[in-house]
Every structure is written in structure tokens, then in C-alpha cells.
């Protein structure tokens, strides 16, 4: 079966950073565009970045644009958030996902659990 599942959560003072991991199983990771995604308390999730198959497209909203960095490792299926100068905003439940179709905004057939983040003042 498929899985993805996010590891690198966690609490952080504002300005500081976490990267975030998605390592996927069961599917051919370099076949699909993946993307992250945030669900902030008492919000819908919301869609943060992606990153083509190959890794030559990478695509942000604009509150994370030049703070967060999306990539990917296809050699060993893991794709990677870099978080940079967190904000208080930036809590929430992050998701990783993988999918197709055109960039940015991709069909996500397949999401990890979620892992938490946690910025504090």
C-alpha cells in the first residue's frame, strides 16, 4: 500500500527553523509532483508548496515565498520542507501529498498524517 509520513515537527521559536521529511513507499515516488500543505487552528488547510516530478519546478504561496524552500531526493522517494524565520502563523498540522497533472496546483491523490508545528513567541 501507499504511504507517505512526515517526521521533523515539532515546537520552535519564532524566527527559527525546522525542516521538514516525507518519506513515501509504495508508489513510484519519481512519477508524481508532490506538495505541502498546512491546516492552522480553526483554518482549512491550505496549500504551501510544490515541486514537479523532476524537481525543476518548485511552486510557493506567497506567505512562505522566500522563507520555505520545497525539495525533493527521488533517489531515496523523501521530499523535504526546509522552514526558515518561522512565524507564530506558521503553526498548524503540515501535510505532505503526492500527485499529478500541472503545477502549482496539482491532483494530490495520495497525503501522509500530518506532523505538528508549533511556533513560538
Known amino acids: 500500500q501507499v504511504q507517505l509520513r512526515e517526521y521533523g515537527g515539532g515546537s520552535v521559536k519564532a524566527g527559527g527553523s525546522l525542516r521538514l521529511s516525507c518519506a513515501a513507499s509504495?508508489?513510484?515516488?519519481?512519477?508524481?509532483?508532490m506538495g505541502w500543505f498546512r491546516q492552522a487552528p480553526g483554518k482549512k488547510r491550505e496549500w504551501l508548496a510544490a515541486?514537479?516530478?523532476?524537481?525543476?519546478?518548485?511552486y510557493y504561496v506567497d506567505s512562505v515565498r522566500g522563507r520555505f524552500t520545497i525539495s525533493r531526493d527521488n533517489a531515496k522517494s523523501m521530499g523535504s520542507l526546509q522552514m526558515d524565520s518561522l512565524k507564530a502563523e506558521d503553526t498548524g498540522v503540515y501535510y505532505c501529498?503526492?500527485?499529478?497533472?500541472?503545477?502549482?496546483?496539482?491532483?494530490?491523490?495520495?497525503w501522509g498524517q500530518g506532523t505538528q508545528v508549533t511556533v513560538t513567541s
Open positions: 515541486i514537479s516530478q523532476d524537481g525543476e519546478s518548485q
Open positions: 509504495g508508489l513510484a515516488f519519481s512519477g508524481y509532483a
Open positions: 501529498a503526492a500527485g499529478y497533472g500541472m503545477g502549482p496546483l496539482y491532483d494530490y491523490d495520495y
